[in-house]
């Protein structure tokens, strides 16, 4: 693998990437880009450079490969394009290297081209890259679990008893997940504290993060038929940063019997730029060691878990930036593998574009934990920012900063960041 790893990293492009950027050569993320006066289409990103796919498309680029149907390429999210599968969707990504490689004159030369397709990062919009059409939340990290389980149970048996036999997760609200850079609002919604007899409506006093990675499935299944387990890398094209906000005081009154509902789906923030699988192939590891033994469905063997660098900052109204958090994907106790397998085993349905969050994302230490939840305690802690200021849980006008990236023998293949500030709640 070290030398798989050397190889891969020998490659340069022709385009200038920054040091330590997250976007090399060897990444080609994916996205939606609004250019000015244009509607939205796909594009891809090197170094701070943005380059539409449409636009190569017109010029041929992509004719070779052997799509029938070039549309995807001109749509204005990327389910037509992920829905072509990795038949497809490997060789594109594996031509933009090629395209962008340094000493390939293809697309280099075309001066007139290259003013209308290439952009630099910041002077184009970027969208939510994928029509949601179902959103999932998974329960995945062990050292979580255990840690809400403690706070609010017995330490002593912290995880329920399922928790080490199944990927515990709920389905969730699409339409409330946006993109870097969209502000969300303080919710409101009904809170009961333990003195008082009755809940009362008021906006929520324990805003949180949720520190998450997600992945977006690109292919679908038969109402009915299961994914095999063995199969489910073939369905899952890529991942972004989840930012899964949560109002911990409202969760706590509403969630039984059935689980989050306000508390959860007004607002989760994911970053523009999907990574591909592919990308990131280097970065397997193996996961957790699972005991008790899960039943069969559930077992894969191989390098299933990812070592990606997780990072959280807070920004307060003073303008300084706190980084609260660093914590790591390999921390994850169930794998996409397993989380896919076991949404699918009943026969449920997926489609392209679906997204898939892991839960929170926490390590064994402190400096690890993924929430403020866990960082505060349940608020009997305040974490201590710059500035002489202190949070429990999130105010008004912080800005929240996720960032993620993967990184062996000088090859970093990043997410870029996803932030979002929170405005007060709306008065009525």
């Not at 997250?22 to 244009?38: H, M, R, V, W």
């Not at 794998?335 to 085993?345: E, G, I, K, R, Y």
Request: hydrophobic residues 35%; negative net charge.
């Amino acid at each position: 693998m070290a030398n798989n790893l050397k190889n891969i990293n020998q490659g340069k492009s022709w385009i200038e990437v920054p040091e330590n950027s997250d976007f090399p050569l060897q990444n080609i993320p994916f996205g939606i880009i609004a250019p000015e006066n244009k509607t939205p289409r796909p594009a891809t990103r090197v170094g701070d450079t943005i380059i539409d796919l449409s636009e190569l498309a017109d010029f041929g680029f992509f004719d070779q490969l052997g799509i029938d149907d070039l549309t995807a390429f001109y749509s204005p999210v990327l389910n037509d394009f992920i829905a072509l599968g990795k038949k497809y969707t490997v060789p594109v990504r594996e031509r933009l290297i090629e395209l962008f490689s340094e000493g390939n004159t293809e697309l280099q030369n075309q001066k007139d081209l290259l003013e209308t397709a290439f952009y630099t990062a910041g002077s184009v919009e970027v969208l939510l890259p994928v029509d949601i059409g179902d959103y999932t939340d998974f329960y995945s990290s062990i050292e979580h679990a255990a840690n809400v389980g403690k706070m609010f149970r017995d330490p002593e048996n912290a995880l329920l008893p399922n928790w080490k036999h199944l990927p515990v997760g709920y389905h969730g609200r699409s339409s409330s997940i946006v993109v870097s850079g969209t502000n969300i609002v303080r919710p409101k919604g009904q809170i009961k504290l333990p003195e008082q007899e009755n809940p009362v409506f008021e906006a929520t006093q324990k805003l949180d993060y949720e520190l998450e990675m997600a992945f977006i499935t690109g292919k679908e299944n038969t109402l009915g038929q299961p994914i095999p387990i063995e199969e489910t890398s073939k369905y899952i094209f890529g991942m972004v940063i989840f930012n899964d906000l949560s109002a911990r005081d409202i969760q706590k009154w509403e969630y039984v019997p059935l689980g989050p509902f306000l508390g959860k789906n007004f607002g989760s923030v994911i970053s523009p730029w999907i990574v591909t699988m592919e990308a990131l192939e280097p970065f397997r590891i193996a996961g957790p060691e699972q005991k008790p033994e899960v039943l069969p469905y559930l077992r894969l063997s191989g390098k299933n878990n990812f070592d990606i660098k997780l990072q959280v900052s807070i920004i307060p109204e003073n303008g300084l930036e706190n980084i609260v958090c660093r914590s790591n994907t390999k921390y994850l106790y169930w794998s996409m593998n397993q989380q896919l397998a076991h949404h699918t085993v009943n026969g449920c349905n997926i489609r392209p574009g679906d997204m898939y969050a892991s839960g929170t994302i926490s390590g064994k230490d402190e400096s690890s934990f993924g929430s403020l939840l866990e960082l505060s305690w349940g608020g009997k802690k305040p974490v201590s920012l710059k500035g002489g200021v202190s949070r429990t849980f999130i105010e008004d006008n912080d800005t929240i900063v996720m960032r993620a990236h993967a990184e062996k023998y000088g090859l970093r293949i990043g997410f870029g960041e996803v932030k979002t500030k929170i405005l007060p709640a709306v008065k009525y």
